[in-house]
């Protein structure tokens, strides 16, 4: 998702930009700078936290970050080297789709066995306990989803989209533990109390990784 920067950003941006300028596009140049601007934006931040201006902090994250040309070179070299860039895709594209399998499985396991239990006239605790699963393939799905590369987007960093499993996991763990916990003491206040602690971090922690996005589409 692309947004307003603000200014220090835009400049560290435009740094990372112009040290891999006329460097060959490819995922692990993407994933480089990605790593290269959240070590900046550190260093930033902790320069001002101890009373630096921005361009000061800048300069100081700037020098050090050390001497970076080796690390154009290695990217230059393979940006020319489809082979390895078609092998790194693919790798990749292969432990996402393993991820993607694994977590459609597991949804399905939890509303198979959701359905099992409610046909079997078990009582509603243990029915809707089953339903971790699909909490479980749910998060599997979103982080699989977030680390494959496409033909119009980078794979995202693997922090940033385990991050977005987490949120994404406790969005559906507090529907979850409301329905169970609805159940299993029969008080809806107690439901909504458990719905509203696991409800709140998620949106939390998935606004804050969509209004700090950076943009994966491929030029």
Not at 136 to 146: D, H
Not at 163 to 174: K, P, R, T, V
């Given at each position: 998702?692309?947004?307003?920067?603000?200014?220090?950003?835009?400049?560290?941006?435009?740094?990372?930009?112009?040290?891999?300028?006329?460097?060959?596009?490819?995922?692990?140049?993407?994933?480089?700078?990605?790593?290269?601007?959240?070590?900046?934006?550190?260093?930033i931040g902790d320069y001002k936290s101890r009373g630096m201006e921005d361009e000061q902090a800048f300069k100081e994250a700037v020098i050090s970050m050390g001497d970076l040309s080796g690390l154009v070179d290695d990217m230059r070299k393979l940006g020319q080297d489809t082979a390895k860039q078609s092998v790194y895709s693919s790798m990749t594209a292969r432990i996402s789709?393993?991820?993607?399998?694994?977590?459609?499985?597991?949804?399905?396991?939890?509303?198979?066995?959701?359905?099992?239990?409610?046909?079997?006239?078990?009582?509603?605790?243990?029915?809707?306990?089953?339903?971790?699963?699909?909490?479980?393939?749910?998060?599997?799905?979103?982080?699989?989803?977030?680390?494959?590369?496409?033909?119009?987007?980078?794979?995202?960093?693997?922090?940033?989209?385990?991050?977005?499993?987490?949120?994404?996991?406790?969005?559906?763990?507090?529907?979850?533990?409301?329905?169970?916990?609805?159940?299993?003491?029969?008080?809806?206040?107690?439901?909504?109390?458990?719905?509203?602690?696991?409800?709140?971090?998620?949106?939390?922690?998935?606004?804050?990784?969509?209004?700090?996005?950076?943009?994966?589409?491929?030029?």
């Amino acid at each position: 998702m692309t947004n307003k920067q603000n200014p220090i950003d835009s400049k560290v941006k435009k740094y990372i930009n112009n040290l891999f300028f006329e460097v060959g596009a490819s995922q692990q140049l993407f994933d480089l700078k990605e790593e290269l601007t959240t070590n900046m934006k550190e260093k930033i931040g902790d320069y001002k936290s101890r009373g630096m201006e921005d361009e000061q902090a800048f300069k100081e994250a700037v020098i050090s970050m050390g001497d970076l040309s080796g690390l154009v070179d290695d990217m230059r070299k393979l940006g020319q080297d489809t082979a390895k860039q078609s092998v790194y895709s693919s790798m990749t594209a292969r432990i996402s789709t393993a991820g993607i399998i694994a977590g459609v499985l597991l949804a399905l396991f939890g509303i198979f066995t959701v359905s099992m239990l409610y046909f079997m006239s078990e009582d509603a605790v243990a029915v809707t306990g089953s339903g971790i699963f699909i909490v479980a393939g749910g998060v599997l799905i979103t982080y699989s989803l977030l680390t494959r590369e496409t033909h119009n987007k980078y794979a995202m960093n693997k922090i940033r989209a385990a991050s977005y499993a987490l949120s994404i996991g406790l969005l559906f763990f507090s529907i979850f533990t409301a329905v169970i916990t609805r159940f299993a003491t029969g008080e809806m206040y107690v439901a909504i109390a458990s719905l509203m602690v696991f409800f709140l971090i998620g949106i939390g922690l998935f606004l804050f990784l969509i209004l700090t996005g950076t943009n994966r589409r491929k030029n």
